[in-house]
T-cell receptor
Framework: QKEVEQNSGPLSVPEGAIASLNCTYSDRGSQSFFWYRQYSGKSPELIMFIYSNGDKEDGRFTAQLNKASQYVSLLIRDSQPSDSATYLC?????????????FGAGTRLAVHP | NAGVTQTPKFQVLKTGQSMTLQCAQDMNHNSMYWYRQDPGMGLRLIYYSASEGTTDKGEVPNGYNVSRLNKREFSLRLESAAPSQTSVYFCATETGANSPLHFGNGTRLTVT
């Protein structure tokens, strides 16, 4: 089992809709969770982080964390074509004797007008 | 404030050639990282440095060496490049334990 798993997509949503991106992780001890956005040919950009169970909202973005189910999600409301990018889920895990930030392979989101 | 600066942006090497990827940060962060990104594989950790003078292997260290010259700079060296090292390389810094990483703009390396 991969340490951080995401559906590769593409996830296609119409403009104005809610995009829902999902991520599962294997380390029950993980405490810190991040969502990065990566446009093609660019570096990852942090858009959300969450440490506690429940929801965290920032503008059009909502991160949801359920530690019991080892599940973290990102909702994007009122999706715009400019949201079209790959979204990377990242989780701090303790593995191989050290803490490391593990990334999922990413979900490609396409928002069409 | 440049943040994390990587050089070069692009590089083409022939098999067996060597090169050093440079990374410098002006954010005064202790920890620095080198990742590679390949299609469908996500970001994989090559090496990291928790502080000046210390370096440790990540998930995919084979074929690479690193040097943490001072707090600002963390370089990645390929001694004998192989086509399997064709990738996009990202340097990143960490603000503190279990905190997010901040990435440089990346180096796109092609080995023929």
């Amino acid at each position: 089992q991969k340490e951080v798993e995401q559906n590769s997509g593409p996830l296609s949503v119409p403009e104005g809709a809610i995009a829902s991106l999902n991520c599962t992780y294997s380390d029950r001890g993980s405490q810190s969770f991040f969502w990065y956005r990566q446009y093609s040919g660019k570096s990852p950009e942090l858009i959300m982080f969450i440490y506690s169970n429940g929801d965290k909202e920032d503008g059009r973005f909502t991160a949801q964390l359920n530690k019991a189910s080892q599940y973290v999600s990102l909702l994007i409301r009122d999706s715009q074509p400019s949201d079209s990018a790959t979204y990377l889920c990242a989780v701090w895990v303790f593995s191989g004797g050290y803490n490391k930030l593990i990334f999922g392979a990413g979900t490609r989101l396409a928002v069409h007008p | 404030n440049a943040g994390v600066t990587q050089t070069p942006k692009f590089q083409v090497l022939k098999t067996g050639q060597s090169m050093t990827l440079q990374c410098a940060q002006d954010m005064n962060h202790n920890s620095m990282y080198w990742y590679r990104q390949d299609p469908g594989m996500g970001l994989r950790l090559i090496y990291y440095s928790a502080s000046e003078g210390t370096t440790d292997k990540g998930e995919v260290p084979n074929g690479y060496n690193v040097s943490r010259l001072n707090k600002r700079e963390f370089s990645l060296r390929l001694e004998s490049a192989a086509p399997s090292q064709t990738s996009v390389y990202f340097c990143a810094t960490e603000t503190g334990a279990n905190s997010p990483l901040h990435f440089g703009n990346g180096t796109r390396l092609t080995v023929t």
